[in-house]
């Protein structure tokens, strides 16, 4: 299996600007989640869907921040309007069975917002 | 549509040389930024100019409006620093990105 693939794996763009983040799950895989990880933060957890439906969206930052799974396939997460400070790496990961279980992360996206 | 120029591409300097790395744009521009790439890939914001000279550190940026021109300068330079140079100027058409320069310093 390929693993967990994420496009872009880099993205500098500019204040204001929409930022596209992408993943394609394990095949397989019912769980998705997106963290986000900082140096100042480390890693947070921002949403998980099991079965392609939110389950928890606590740790979304604010209403910049959305995040949709249309099939088990395919997932985005959309920042719009970006700021520097989502500058960050974005992990997406999934897994068979939720948070519980091992999750198999991808290579993430390294956002840069000038 | 703004055309963004850096030079040289590619430099190969010995540690403790100076180096400067140019950039040039096409129109009017309300900032630039110079941005460093390691071989790792992770992309790190050096310095936003949109006026004179910053510094920091070993660094010195500066930019000249008038000429559409921009500079960015390594002191005593360091096997460290080899990286690749980017600069990007933000216009009306957005911010355009140079093709970088590849700067390697040898012991």
């Known amino acids: 299996d390929a693993g967990v693939i994420q496009s872009p794996r880099h993205e500098v763009t500019e204040m204001g600007q929409e930022v596209t983040l992408r993943c394609k799950p394990i095949?397989?895989?019912?769980?998705l989640f997106w963290y986000r990880q900082t140096m100042m933060r480390g890693l947070e957890l921002l949403i998980y869907?099991?079965?392609?439906?939110?389950?928890?969206d606590s740790g979304m930052p604010e209403d910049r921040f959305s995040a949709k799974m249309p099939n088990a396939s395919f997932s985005t997460l959309k920042i719009q309007p970006s700021e520097p400070r989502d500058s960050a790496v974005y992990f997406c990961?999934?897994?068979?069975?939720?948070?519980?279980?091992?999750?198999?992360f991808g290579p993430g996206t390294r956002l840069l917002v000038l | 549509k703004n055309e963004v120029e850096q030079s040289p591409q590619n430099l190969t300097a010995q540690e403790g040389e100076f180096i400067t790395i140019n950039c040039s744009y096409s129109?009017?521009?309300?900032?630039l930024h110079w941005l460093q790439q390691h071989p790792g890939g992770g992309i790190v914001s050096l310095f936003m100019?949109?006026?004179g000279k910053k510094k920091h550190g070993r660094l010195i940026a500066t930019i000249n409006i008038q000429e559409k021109h921009s500079s960015l300068h390594i002191t005593a330079s360091h096997p460290r620093d080899s990286a690749v140079y980017i600069c990007?100027?933000?216009?009306?058409?957005?911010?355009?990105f140079g093709k970088g320069t590849h700067l390697i310093i040898q012991p």
């Open positions: 990961a999934s897994n068979n069975g939720g948070r519980q279980e091992t999750q198999y």
């Open positions: 095949s397989g895989h019912n769980s």
């Open positions: 869907f099991n079965n392609n439906v939110p389950i928890d």
């Open positions: 129109v009017g521009i309300s900032a």
């Open positions: 100019l949109s006026s």
């Open positions: 990007a100027a933000r216009s009306a058409d957005g911010l355009t």
